[in-house]
């Protein structure tokens, strides 16, 4: 098997959804910001801290673009000190049934496995050391390592490029519209899992290649497509 796998992080392979948007609101609580709905949070998982920051923090004062910089830099700053604290020493517990498994059975097959995340690339590589899963990663690509996250294709082509594979030959597995439709916008299969952030019906309107309840069919998938 030479195939190129790429994976999402949170609400694909660790179950952080609920940490992050507690660690949200404690972010928002400690600048005075109290009533935005656990929902509203999560509809950001996926992007960008700062971009969610200022959603956030936008929709609270009325007008996105008034949100001071410097505000929505301190949030970012506040919150990758409580994810240290809360999330990280947790990342084991986190792992999705089957991740462990799954990913080292793909490596020992010989699948080329990376993960591309909206997470900032030294988040990502500190949860996945924590979790006992990094070394099944050749390439961990962060938001902060491109210049268009997702759903724009760039950071799964230059993962793709930097490894020698052809897009057509590589699979994206998410959880997110975002990860599917980078996928689409890449030339990439895809695998939607329905047990992350959004639903099944959400992400059938993205129109994955596969979809899969659990991370031990997404497996299976990325097996019978190779």
Excluded: C
């Excluded at 990502?124 to 050749?138: D, W």
């Excluded at 962060?142 to 052809?166: I, M, N, R, T, Y």
């Excluded at 959004?198 to 069919?217: C, I, K, N, Q, Y």
């Amino acid at each position: 098997m030479k195939s190129l796998v790429l994976f999402d992080l949170d609400g694909t392979l660790m179950d952080t959804p609920n940490a992050i948007v507690d660690t949200f609101t404690a972010v928002l609580a400690s600048l005075g910001v109290h009533d935005v709905a656990a929902e509203a949070i999560r509809a950001t998982i996926g992007r960008p801290l700062g971009e969610a920051f200022a959603q956030l923090l936008g929709a609270e004062g009325g007008e996105a673009a008034a949100v001071d910089a410097g505000t929505v830099a301190a949030a970012v700053e506040r919150y990758q000190a409580l994810y240290r604290e809360r999330i990280v020493p947790q990342a084991r517990a986190l792992l999705y049934p089957g991740v462990a498994e799954g990913l080292a059975s793909l490596q020992a097959k010989g699948a080329i496995l990376a993960v591309v995340t909206s997470k900032f690339t030294a988040s990502a590589e500190v949860l996945l050391s924590a979790g006992g899963v990094r070394e099944h990663f050749t390439m961990v690509v962060g938001a902060d390592a491109v210049s268009q996250p997702k759903p724009h294709p760039e950071a799964g082509l230059l993962v793709a490029a930097k490894l020698g594979f052809e897009p057509g030959r590589t699979v994206m597995v998410g959880d997110t519209t975002h990860d599917i439709l980078m996928a689409h916008n890449a030339g990439m299969q895809s695998i939607a899992v329905t047990y992350g952030i959004h639903s099944e019906t959400v992400l059938s309107a993205a129109e994955p290649t596969w979809t899969a309840e659990s991370f031990p069919r997404a497996v299976d998938h990325i097996l019978d497509a190779a």
